[in-house]
């Protein structure tokens, strides 16, 4: 095997995971990792200066799978051209697939333009077990990532059941089945129970509602599974998209449900608990009328808490597209702003919904959740527990993410935003009064620093040595910059990185895709006891002989579907 | 001899997942669990008339020539058309279908499936009101009406009523058939009729006011439904509608009696329409009776790689998407199409006869095991496997649950997704060499 070298000379360094603040120094790659030296004969970048961070790590996005449905209801989002070099429809060239979209661009286009920004990872939000090969074939085609998906759990019957009939060590096996049958990475739950209540068209209004003839709650399914997530050892936490999604005042049951976790012991050197897109579930008011920002509540109960992360799943103004497990609320979005929806239903396992929506700063609520956003990554002190998203493409796509950086890092760029929200959006968000501006560390943090901890992902979202080389080099001299006032300098240095490695390959240079290699696919094997295993699988065996419409020798997702597989093996503690 | 189990049946949207196969020297000895259409797929491998050798048209006749000739005869024919039409690539696999788009886009084709003479409204209808549906398990398990309107499954797809609909029995179904009501809405009494709780016979083509009565008669406007609409009575359709609105779970199964008929994707706009108001008062989903066994997972390979389920043009470079201009029975009906590649399908005998008649006119490659009428009008033939009995891959079933097609025996053919790649890589030389 050759050894391919890189150096890269003058890199203004920031890498919050060694404490690194934008130091000026040489990096060395060798055969796809960081390493100490480099031998002369190193291929020879000149970063001059420029700020350097490791690949970003978006951990709660909608790309395989789901995103299907919405590309399917929405060919007219193939078209749009809303942020220039990373949306609508590209020629194929000699490096590159055609590529279209915006909110759900075709795989390669959600391959290259992640790449553009500097992203090097993507984790998949949800992978619906019984469809997992879907997901598994769009990871397929999306070029240069490496991936990883969340299996849902929250409404599935044996889950349920398990919880219900007080059996967790056959529920921590059927755990490590499910994530070994949709080679799925960790535990996603949303809307714990209210999947299987969407099955009847009915929802759970909160942690204690039964969920309608499983005799179990919301409350008891969110612990069963982490005490399951725990005994397994799995890599990420649960990440739970809570109850309530969506409603005004929601924001209680999400202290709520974050409360719950405090006593959870964590087996793994990571949080409990990771709380996703909390933008859309830190709703103060009670209805529509009287809707206000209840962030500064969820962050003041975060700034005290030190057992979890969370995501923000912050808006973009302009068209999205909503897609969830969360069905109920998928229907309930198309009625309220009659749109057309689209609901898949899983059999046994969980619902799922996509509604196409446009946010716009005219519309009170719409600016109010704009701001929430904001709000949460401002309020929170710790950069450690946020990862930014926007629950792409939910309240926004990923494209938007340089403008979404300038709103944590000007307030200056906030003010012009804000200046067009009527006076009762103004009277609703805690946003004006905020004069925080995050710096490039923290905003390093929140991009990638923390996922590579919150994932146990140590190669990852980190320039220590030994770390993969995903590499991003944006053009901006920190030194020189004032992200305050040159706001747009900063959105258009993060829209085309410089220089993107991925594995030590330079795969996007000058805002251009340079190479196309194929990525990983991460998922899970947990062991477990073998009589633990059949005795679980006895069980499994006759929900397939009496009510999956698939055989349970189908149901397994084939080794041919991951190419490049990277399997993580848990020990458990039983 | 071998026994294989859980073998999924290439042949309809069902997909069956539960046959049995015994092979004895690479035949197929027997076969259990599959329906009399499975079953002749599975038999008829043996029987029918297989395209035994690759062929090109010389002076008229199809002669037998090696493999690479064949190939290197179309990828000539690709690169010299301007306008190409890929069609078809709906009984074959994801793998394969991934690797036309991939030619498509090479060779600035536009791509279309069987869908453009199939439930390619309901796509439309799709993208106009979207698609509520769930997965057939939830039928199964769940369902107390079951629907089937404009599609006949005792002959399309005979164990459909068996192991989803009608006779299933699930967790909450446990009466199976007993528990069930179901309806059946037709313009002729079909087998599947016979069968029904209710028989609803409409006047041909008017699908759409039925649907429209039945919306109104579920959001309580009563009022404005005259006394008789597409031949039903108002009495009969509020009947109707309250056993919707009373129903636990219900499940509207349409065909191609409700996409092809008159208001084509109107109809399928407004079925999507009555769920999302039948969701109002109870459950309700929407499932469209697929008929190809993966004419499912085309719409799904083609939306990832080109935002679009059917219709692509690649002519600018970038996936152009314009249903009704680049369909493909558009571009044949125009005279546009200036060459034809046809894979997994037959438009010889079923599309109209002006598009046959441009389809003789210009060269076309035939990719498929068997030979059918599009067969007489190919200038280059190359035999493939057959998809889910002499190859595996992936498809996708009516309710778009991803499933892997066994290998059962082997096969001297190549694959469809082997002749996509030759395919691809010597159209390259040829573009290389120019």
């Known amino acids: 095997m050759r050894m391919s070298e890189i150096l890269i000379k003058n890199a203004n360094v920031c890498d919050p995971a060694q404490g690194i603040n934008c130091e000026t120094m040489d990096l060395c790659i060798r055969d796809g990792k960081i390493v100490e030296s ?110 990883m998906g ?171 597209v909503t897609m969830t497990a969360d069905g109920p609320v998928e229907y309930a979005n198309s009625r309220m702003l009659h749109e057309k929806w689209s609901n898949q239903d899983i059999e046994l396992e969980d619902a799922s919904g996509v509604v196409p929506l446009s946010y716009s700063p005219k519309s009170f609520i719409n600016a109010v959740q704009w701001a929430i956003g904001i709000e949460l990554a401002l309020l929170v002190e710790d950069p450690w527990k946020i990862m930014f998203t926007t629950d792409s493409p939910n309240g926004g796509s990923f494209v938007n993410y340089p403008e979404a950086f300038t709103y944590l890092m000007s307030a200056k760029k906030r003010e012009q935003v804000i200046s067009g929200f009527g006076k009762m959006a103004l009277d609703r968000m805690v946003l004006p009064g905020l004069d925080r501006e995050l710096s490039f560390y923290e905003l390093a943090i929140m991009t990638r620093s923390m996922q590579s901890k919150m994932y146990s992902r140590p190669e990852k979202g980190n320039l220590k040595v030994g770390s993969d080389a995903d590499v991003a080099i944006y053009d901006i001299i920190t030194s020189d910059i004032d992200p305050s006032v040159e706001h747009e300098k900063v959105k258009q240095a993060f829209s085309g990185a410089a220089y993107t490695l991925k594995d030590g390959n330079v795969v996007v240079k000058d805002g251009k895709i340079e190479a196309t290699p194929m990525g990983r696919t991460y998922w899970v094997n947990a062991k477990v006891p073998a009589d ?43 | ?48 008339d297989r395209i035994e050798t690759p062929m090109i048209r010389k002076d008229g006749e199809l002669v037998p020539v090696p493999y690479e000739e064949a190939i290197e005869a179309a990828a000539k024919i690709l690169v010299n058309s301007r306008r190409t039409l890929s069609y078809g690539w709906c009984s074959t696999s994801c793998e394969a279908i991934g690797k036309a788009i991939q030619l498509a886009e090479e060779t600035g084709a536009l791509i279309d499936s069987t869908a453009n003479v199939c439930h390619g409204p309901s796509a439309l209808a799709a993208q106009e009101k979207g698609a509520p549906g769930a997965s057939l398990g939830e039928i199964k398990n769940r369902a107390d009406v079951i629907v089937f309107w404009g599609c006949n499954p005792v002959h399309a797809h005979p164990r459909h009523m068996s192991r989803y609909s009608s006779f299933s029995k699930g967790f909450f179904s446990t009466k199976g058939r007993k528990g069930r009501k179901m309806v059946v809405i037709d313009v002729r009494k079909t087998d599947t009729a016979k069968l029904a709780d209710k028989y609803v016979e409409i006047e041909q083509g008017s699908d759409l006011l039925l649907i429209t009565a039945l919306r109104s008669a579920v959001n309580g406007h009563e009022d404005v439904i005259p006394e008789t609409v597409a031949g039903i009575s108002k009495e009969e359709i509020m009947e109707l509608a309250e056993t919707l609105k009373n129903a636990q779970f219900s499940c509207i199964f349409f065909g191609m009696g409700v996409t092809q008929s008159r208001s084509k994707y109107k109809n399928g706009d407004g079925v999507s329409s009555l ?155 040829l573009k290389e060499g120019a």
């Open chain 1, 150 to 320: 969340l299996s849902l759990f929250g409404s599935n019957w044996q889950v349920m059941e398990y919880v219900r009939d007080k059996e967790p060590e056959k529920l921590a096996a059927y755990v490590a089945w499910g994530l070994k049958a949709s080679r799925g990475y960790g535990v996603k739950i949303v809307n714990a129970g209210g999947g299987e209540a969407w099955g009847w068209g009915k929802n759970v209004s909160g942690l204690y509602d039964p969920v309608p003839n499983f005799d179990v709650t919301p409350a008891e399914i969110l612990m069963g599974l982490v005490e399951a997530n725990e005994k397994l050892q799995l890599p990420h936490s649960v990440h739970v998209h809570c109850n309530n999604l969506g409603k005004p005042g929601n924001y209680e049951t999400t202290i709520e449900t974050m409360k719950m976790f405090e006593k959870v012991k964590p087996t793994v050197d990571r949080q409990a608990l990771h709380v996703t897109h909390v933008q859309f579930n830190a709703y103060a008011g009670t209805s529509w009328r009287d809707f206000e920002t209840g962030a500064p509540m969820v962050a003041d109960y975060l700034n005290g808490a030190n057992h979890l992360t969370f995501d923000l799943g912050q808006v973009i103004f302009g068209p999205a």
């Open chain 2, 275 to 429: 769920i999302s108001d039948l969701n109002q008062h109870s459950k309700s989903v929407m499932i469209g009776m697929r008929g190809h066994y993966n004419v499912t997972g085309f719409g799904q390979v083609a939306t990832w790689e080109t935002g679009f389920p059917m219709a692509i043009d690649f002519a600018r470079g970038f996936p152009y998407y314009n249903p009704g201009e680049t369909g493909a029975n558009n571009v044949l009906v125009r005279e546009e199409a200036d060459a034809a590649m046809i894979s997994a399908a037959d438009p010889g005998a079923h599309f109209p006869q002006k598009a046959v008649r441009h389809l003789a006119k210009i060269p076309v490659i035939q990719i498929d095991p068997y030979a059918n009428p599009t067969t007489e009008i190919a200038d280059v033939v190359i035999p493939a496997a057959v998809v889910g009995i002499e190859a595996e891959g992936t498809a996708y079933r009516m309710d778009a649950i991803p499933l892997r097609m066994k290998k059962l025996i082997d096969t001297e053919f190549k694959t469809d997704e082997q002749i996509t790649k030759d395919l691809i890589a010597k159209v390259r030389e």
């Open chain 1, 38 to 147: 480099v031998s002369e004969s190193a291929e020879v970048i000149d970063a001059a200066g420029r700020l350097t961070m490791a690949g970003g790590f978006d951990g709660h996005t909608h790309s395989a799978g789901k995103i299907n449905v919405g590309r399917f209801m929405n060919p007219n989002d193939a078209r749009r051209t809303l942020v220039p070099g990373l949306s609508g429809p590209e020629a194929r060239t000699e490096k590159t697939r055609a590529q279209v979209g915006y909110n759900t661009p075709n795989t390669y286009a959600i391959g290259y333009r992640y790449a553009k920004l500097g992203y090097t990872t993507i984790c998949e939000a949800a992978i619906p077990m019984l469809a997992a090969r879907h997901t598994h074939e769009e990871f397929k085609e999306i070029p240069i990532l490496d991936k």
């Open chain 1, 532 to 574: 633990i295993d059949s005795a679980m699988n006895k069980d499994t065996d006759i929900k397939f002989k009496k009510y999956y419409t698939v055989s349970k020798s189908n149901y397994m997702v084939e080794d041919s579907y991951l190419p490049n597989p990277v399997e993580i093996r848990t020990e458990g503690a039983f």
């Open chain 2, 1 to 48: 001899m071998p026994v294989i189990k859980d073998a999924v049946c290439s042949l309809c949207g069902s997909l069956c997942d539960d046959i049995t196969v015994t092979v004895e020297d690479n035949k197929i000895t027997k076969i259990e669990n599959a329906c009399i259409l499975g079953h002749s797929k599975f038999v008829g491998m043996f029987e029918h």
